[in-house]
């Protein structure tokens, strides 16, 4: 299975949130499942509050999940692939492992707000070098 890293850049909070709002949005319109992992229940809170709250004329449907789920948008603070999707949003301060979660693509978002998340996006795009997966602007 090819793998790939595919980040974008955000300096706000609104650039970081049109970013996951459009991921979520094109997935559940192609039926493309995707997973968003977490690193806690607030920020996954905060998540599904956003989808399903926008865009402003409906929603964009999903499930919090803890255990597996076959549901095409799932939110998790666990470290498992719950839904078995083939790409990821990671919303977590740790690089995720690809091959132990059977993904091929990972979206990150490259958090440019502080020098705190700048080191924290350097860490992951380090660990996916050392691990030679291709990382890819978008």
């Given at each position: ?42 920020t ?31 939110i ?44 924290v ?18």
């Amino acid at each position: 299975m090819t793998q790939k890293i595919f980040y974008t850049s955000s300096k706000t909070p609104t650039e970081k949130i049109k970013f996951l709002l459009k991921v979520a949005q094109d997935h559940f319109n192609r039926y493309q499942k995707i997973i968003i992992f977490t690193s806690d229940m607030k920020t996954a809170e905060f998540v599904d509050h956003l989808l399903w709250s926008e865009p402003k004329d409906g929603f964009t449907p999903h499930f919090i999940s803890h255990t597996l789920i076959d549901e095409c948008i799932v939110i998790t603070t666990e470290k498992n692939n719950l839904n078995q999707s083939k790409v990821a949003l990671n919303l977590t301060q740790d690089p995720l492992d690809l091959i132990e979660l059977k993904l091929s693509t990972v979206l990150e978002i490259e958090d440019r707000s502080t020098q705190d998340k700048i080191a924290v996006f350097k860490k992951k795009l380090t660990a996916y070098q050392k691990a030679n997966i291709p990382i890819i602007a978008i």
